[in-house]
């Protein structure tokens, strides 16, 4: 996309790349949002977030929270990996605090706890609760409906019934909370 004078800093286009941004966006002005990045509509990205889309592109969908000094960034195409891996996250989504995703793939309703790392090539299906501190590997994929934890990251349980609905919950409370962060700006 073609450089914009018009958007906020912490939006920033990076060769020629300006970040996409839904209806109902919040961009904390603490956060850094670099190039080929799309935020789906009531996205919310909140202070020290980084989502640095400079080598490859990273999508979000509706409704998904970024959460303070989360790091989203891409594995470049080169030599020893042709494709590289781009960043896909689904629709509510919620992303704890200091979370590193690099590479990676990501369904809807999942839940990435606090301090968790997601690398690169992996896939996580939807429905998914990842326990904070887990270590999830290279290349790994995580099923649908269950729990995982540790690191590396093991299969733990089945989801309850009311951990799935918290998912939708969780993302409505961080629309929510986005809102009033936007209605006081």
């Known amino acids: 996309m073609p450089a914009s004078n018009s958007h906020p800093p912490a939006l920033r286009t990076y060769r020629g790349y300006t970040p996409q941004v839904g ?3 919040y961009v904390d002005p603490a956060a850094v949002v670099i190039g080929d990045v799309t935020l789906g509509a009531d996205t919310s990205v909140w202070p020290c977030a980084v989502i640095r ?10 409704r998904t929270s970024i959460q303070d000094n989360s790091v989203l960034h891409i594995t470049h ?6 494709d590289g891996y781009p960043v896909s996250i689904g629709d509510d989504v919620t992303v704890g ?4 995703l690099h590479g990676c793939t990501l369904g ?3 839940l990435v706890g606090i301090g968790s790392t997601v690398l690169d ?6 429905e998914v609760v990842i326990g904070a501190g887990t270590l999830v590997p290279p290349g790994k994929t995580l099923e649908s409906g269950y729990l995982y934890m540790g690191s590396p990251c093991k299969q733990v349980r089945p989801l309850k019934d009311s951990e799935r609905d918290f998912f939708r919950y969780s993302a409505q409370n961080y629309v929510n909370l986005k809102d009033t962060y936007l209605n006081h700006e």
């Not at 889309?53 to 509706?62: C, S």
């Not at 195409?77 to 042709?82: C, E, L, S």
């Not at 090539?121 to 939807?126: H, K, Q």
């Open 23 to 25: 209806e109902r966006v």
């Open 53 to 62: 889309g400079d080598m490859h592109r990273i999508r979000i969908g509706e």
């Open 77 to 82: 195409a080169g030599p020893f990996n042709p």
């Open 97 to 100: 605090h200091s979370v590193t």
């Open 108 to 110: 809807s309703r999942i």
């Open 121 to 126: 090539g992996v896939t996580v299906e939807d």
